[in-house]
T-cell receptor, first 110, second 110 residues
Framework: KQEVTQIPAALSVPEGENLVLNCSFT??????LQWFRQDPGKGLTSLLL?????REQTSGRLNASLDKSSGRSTLYIAASQPGDSATYLC?????????FGAGTTVTVRA | DAGVTQSPTHLIKTRGQQVTLRCSPI?????VSWYQQVLGQGPQFIFQ???????GRGNFPDRFSARQFPNYSSELNVNALLLGDSALYLC?????????FGQGTRLTVV
């Protein structure tokens, strides 16, 4: 059974600081890994998708890395802004379903 | 182009009642998945349908059922509601590797 863990559970930083969010998974036989953003009470917004054969993926201020052999992914958010405050979830896809971590709740203080 | 749409957005039901949740995938997407997200946790996989066939089922009791229609929209039914069924129910449509989620239906069982 695939287990996905995200550490830390919560993070508070001043505006402008870089964010580092961690995700680990127990079974390295994944198809891909996807990072999502979730605002309170809302659905999930896809941020980045990394295929199992890729090492990293970038979109604007976001960069995600993947080390499949060690079962780890890291999401970097550069120069954080108050609008980045949200919960960030990672999900690994194996077979036909996604397995999610519990998320890291980020607060960026102005 | 419209994203994944879910209805209703919120509803309140009494223990023992039955509920039906609806999802319309992104146009052209043939795969629909359902997830349950309890407060403070990551989403848990319930069902996936592809081309109207059930492709996978998560660890949920038989009170949970779903179906997919010829136009690829989907319904999730939950019978004999329990207090523990209170959650955000998310629908995702997938074409290729990226999963796109709707805004969810917030179900409260009292």
């Amino acid at each position: 059974k695939q287990e996905v863990t995200q550490i830390p559970a919560a993070l508070s930083v001043p505006e402008g600081e870089n964010l580092v969010l961690n995700c680990s998974f127990t079974d390295s036989a994944i198809y891909n890994l996807q990072w999502f953003r979730q605002d309170p009470g809302k659905g999930l917004t896809s941020l980045l998708l990394i295929q199992s054969s890729q090492r990293e993926q970038t979109s604007g201020r976001l960069n995600a890395s993947l080390d499949k052999s060690s079962g780890r992914s890291t999401l970097y958010i550069a120069a954080s802004q108050p609008g980045d405050s949200a919960t960030y979830l990672c999900a690994v896809r194996y077979d036909y379903k996604l397995s999610f971590g519990a998320g890291t709740t980020v607060t960026v203080r102005a | 182009d419209a994203g994944v749409t879910q209805s209703p957005t919120h509803l309140i039901k009494t223990r023992g009642q039955q509920v039906t949740l609806r999802c319309s995938p992104i146009s052209g997407h043939k795969s629909v998945s359902w997830y349950q997200q309890v407060l403070g946790q990551g989403p848990q996989f319930i069902f996936q349908y592809y081309e109207k066939e059930e492709r996978g089922r998560g660890n949920f009791p038989d009170r949970f059922s779903a179906r997919q229609f010829p136009n690829y929209s989907s319904e999730l039914n939950v019978n004999a509601l329990l207090l523990g069924d209170s959650a955000l129910y998310l629908c995702a449509s997938t074409e290729g590797d990226v999963a796109f989620f709707g805004q969810g239906t917030r179900l409260t069982v009292v």
